[in-house]
């Protein structure tokens, strides 16, 4: 069992950052792929970057790519997602999620076995 907490969330002005957390529970977080998502008022939740258990592998959303980045600390039991950059179109609750796939960064919602509460984050224009 694996529990998630989000945090970091809040209203920024376009071109500002944001760094989200994530605190897990449970000895096995470890091994799992962690993901973060995104979900907009009246759209669907889409994949924002995930990495793999080792953080060997990473996987950014083609929207993301290059202002946001996703790290891990195993030891801690925490991953962040740091977001430079914001636009107001960045705007959504933000989830955490982590899958027991572990080596491989899956973007489908549907396979992830644990979620966070969720984070607003607001970017004003």
């Known amino acids: 069992q694996v529990q998630l907490v989000e945090s970091g969330g809040g209203l920024v002005q376009a071109g500002g950052s944001l760094r989200l957390s994530c605190a897990a529970s449970?000895?096995?977080?470890?091994?799992?792929?962690m993901g973060w998502f995104r979900q907009a008022p009246g759209k669907e939740r889409e994949f924002v970057a995930g990495i793999s258990a080792s953080g060997r592998t990473i996987s950014y959303a083609d929207s993301v790519k290059g202002r946001f980045t996703i790290s891990r600390d195993n030891a801690k039991n925490t991953g962040n997602l740091q977001m430079n950059s914001l636009k107001p179109e960045d705007t959504a609750v933000y989830y955490c999620?982590?899958?027991?796939?572990?080596?491989?960064?899956?973007?489908?919602?549907?396979?992830?076995?644990?979620w966070g509460q969720g984070t607003q984050v607001t970017v004003s224009s």
């Open positions: 449970g000895r096995t977080f470890s091994t799992y792929t």
């Open positions: 999620a982590a899958q027991r796939t572990g080596t491989i960064v899956i973007k489908s919602t549907n396979l992830y076995d644990y």
